[in-house]
């Protein structure tokens, strides 16, 4: 997978743990493994790019529609994109901006208009 739709997924999961204030050490780890076991990334460039991408500022609506358009033909990556987000929502406070992002999400990924 090519490194700007990785960059992509890094942004969108790492907006949703930035909305809600998370502890970054605890959720650092489970998203190295999210990337590493849907895009095969190795642990020190997850890390590195966990960190790249929570300093920096993103548009997140323009990162959801890269990642809709890079797998427009992988229902079963942006199945698992959804699962991995879903998991980040629900690891922490719920709130109706999270599950609006989610819905947003997918909606890019799976347009029902």
Known sequence: MDTMLKESVAVLFCHVIKLDDKDLESERPLFCRFMEQDFNMLEEDAMELFDKVMEGDYHVDTHIAMIANGLVNETYTKMSVLKQLNHIIV??????EDYDLFDRVKEAFFPTK
């Open 91 to 96: 690891r922490s406070k719920l709130e109706d």
